[in-house]
Nanobody, 122 residues
Framework: QVQLVDSGGGLVQAGGSLRLSCATSGRTFSTYFMGWFRQAPGKERDFVAAIGRIGESTYYADSVKGRFTISRDNGKNTVYLQMNSLKSEDTAVYYC???????????????WGQGTQVTVSS
């Protein structure tokens, strides 16, 4: 079992930056793949990014490649999502996720944070 607490969302102008954080507790952090999904109003939850257990591999949705960076600090049991060059279409609730394996499908991830709202004004 692992507990996830997302933070760092907020209101930002287009072109700006935000860094999301996800603090974890419970089972050993380094045994999990970690990731981020997002859900805009009226839409399904979409994959954003994921990272391997020790950060050896990263995965990104095409829509965020080159703008977002996922990283993890296994000493602090925390995963981050640095978001740069934000666009209005990035507006969504962002969820931190954890599981034993990587997947682009939301239903494959067993552990979810509570979500943090990101709003990008144009």
């Amino acid at each position: 079992q692992v507990q996830l607490v997302d933070s760092g969302g907020g209101l930002v102008q287009a072109g700006g930056s935000l860094r999301l954080s996800c603090a974890t507790s419970g089972r050993t952090f380094s045994t999990y793949f970690m990731g981020w999904f997002r859900q805009a109003p009226g839409k399904e939850r979409d994959f954003v990014a994921a990272i391997g257990r020790i950060g050896e591999s990263t995965y990104y949705a095409d829509s965020v490649k080159g703008r977002f960076t996922i990283s993890r600090d296994n000493g602090k049991n925390t995963v981050y999502l640095q978001m740069n060059s934000l666009k209005s279409e990035d507006t969504a609730v962002y969820y931190c996720v954890a599981d034993d394996s990587m997947s682009y499908r939301s239903r494959s991830w067993h552990y979810w944070g509570q979500g943090t709202q990101v709003t990008v004004s144009s």
